[in-house]
């Protein structure tokens, strides 16, 4: 995280803050609060106060709410000491509090949705580069779950990868005898015949592509508990609770990470 802190500060300071430097006297103190202007839940606090921290280790950070819990608002943070340095880190540290809790809240929304069902909301790869594990601390942070962290932890054969064998079976049956001991094996089924063809194979978890409520009430009743069922593709809020009616066991859901809106924070400075 210091890395992509130190990369995001010199991509807006660069090599000094012309404005504050100009305008506030270097010996001016402050003390700045960050609220929270629309419900939501807050994820991302160990980053914002590391901006802080990496400006100046003088400036005294106190978290006034705990993360992975739905507000209406309030108080998240303050944040007091020099000055320049608070104004220095103030847009970077909003960019990923912001950012970040509004993953969270967009996760929380899911779950909330399915709630009753037993049914678990998964993130995807389909991350902001650089800031996957942040990404994912606070989808967990909202009440989801992590899916695979990368290409290295897990095999999640594609339809790309069946493009390039002879089916879903074949490809189930080398992913087995060539995954490392603990390491899950699960493969996307666009169809049901795939799903047929994956099962056959010993398949212990399957990934069910865009298919709609109706596939996928089949596919649950083919599947008889052995596999676990996973639907993923185009879910929304609208649909996420048709989804987890028919019986799966996780929906993953990209936009928890490409399409979550900003929390609308602001950060307010008064001198010391």
Same mark, same amino acid.
């Given at each position: 995280?210091?890395?992509?802190?130190?990369?995001?500060?010199?991509?807006?300071?660069?090599?000094?803050?012309?404005?504050?430097?100009?305008?506030?006297?270097?010996?001016?103190?402050?003390?700045?609060?960050?609220?929270?202007?629309? &419900?939501?839940?807050?994820?991302?606090?160990?980053?914002? &106060?590391?901006?802080?921290?990496?400006?100046?280790?003088?400036?005294?950070?106190?978290?006034?709410?705990?993360?992975?819990?739905?507000? @209406?608002?309030?108080? /998240?943070?303050?944040?007091?000491?020099?000055?320049?340095?608070?104004?220095?880190?103030?847009?970077?540290?909003?960019?990923?509090?912001?950012?970040?809790?509004?993953?969270?809240?967009?996760?929380?929304?899911?779950?909330?949705?399915?709630?009753?069902?037993?049914?678990?909301?998964? @993130?995807?790869?389909?991350?902001?580069?650089?800031?996957?594990?942040?990404?994912?601390?606070?989808?967990?942070?909202?009440?989801?779950?992590?899916?695979?962290?990368?290409?290295?932890?897990?095999?999640?054969?594609?339809?790309?990868?069946?493009?390039?064998?002879?089916?879903?079976?074949?490809?189930?049956?080398?992913?087995?005898?060539?995954?490392?001991?603990?390491?899950?094996?699960? /493969? &996307?089924?666009?169809?049901?015949?795939?799903?047929?063809?994956?099962?056959?194979?010993?398949?212990?978890?399957?990934?069910?592509?865009?298919?709609?409520?109706?596939?996928?009430?089949?596919?649950?009743?083919?599947?008889?508990?052995?596999?676990?069922?996973?639907?993923?593709?185009?879910?929304? =809020?609208?649909?996420?609770?048709?989804?987890? &009616?028919?019986?799966? @066991?996780?929906?993953?859901?990209?936009?928890?990470?490409?399409?979550?809106?900003?929390?609308?924070?602001?950060?307010?400075?008064?001198? =010391?």
């Amino acid at each position: 995280m210091q890395e992509l802190i130190d990369r995001a500060l010199a991509e807006d300071l660069g090599a000094h803050d012309l404005t504050s430097e100009a305008v506030v006297p270097s010996a001016a103190r402050a003390r700045a609060v960050i609220d929270q202007r629309s &419900e939501g839940t807050i994820a991302g606090l160990r980053a914002a &106060e590391s901006v802080f921290r990496r400006l100046d280790p003088a400036l005294r950070w106190h978290a006034r709410v705990e993360e992975g819990r739905w507000r @209406d608002g309030g108080l /998240v943070a303050e944040v007091a000491g020099p000055a320049r340095a608070i104004l220095a880190g103030e847009r970077v540290a909003l960019n990923f509090l912001q950012h970040l809790s509004g993953v969270a809240s967009l996760t929380a929304r899911f779950v909330a949705a399915v709630d009753g069902t037993g049914v678990r909301i998964l @993130d995807t790869r389909k991350t902001t580069p650089g800031l996957r594990a942040l990404e994912k601390e606070a989808v967990l942070a909202g009440g989801g779950h992590s899916h695979r962290a990368g290409l290295f932890d897990a095999l999640l054969i594609k339809d790309n990868h069946l493009a390039l064998t002879d089916g879903a079976g074949e490809a189930v049956a080398r992913a087995l005898a060539a995954a490392p001991a603990g390491v899950e094996v699960q /493969v &996307e089924c666009a169809t049901l015949a795939q799903v047929e063809e994956a099962l056959a194979a010993g398949a212990g978890s399957i990934l069910l592509d865009n298919m709609g409520a109706p596939e996928l009430r089949l596919a649950v009743e083919r599947n008889v508990g052995r596999a676990v069922l996973e639907a993923s593709g185009g879910v929304t =809020l609208a649909s996420v609770r048709e989804i987890a &009616e028919t019986g799966i @066991d996780r929906i993953s859901v990209g936009a928890l990470t490409h399409s979550a809106p900003a929390l609308d924070l602001g950060l307010t400075l008064e001198p =010391l």
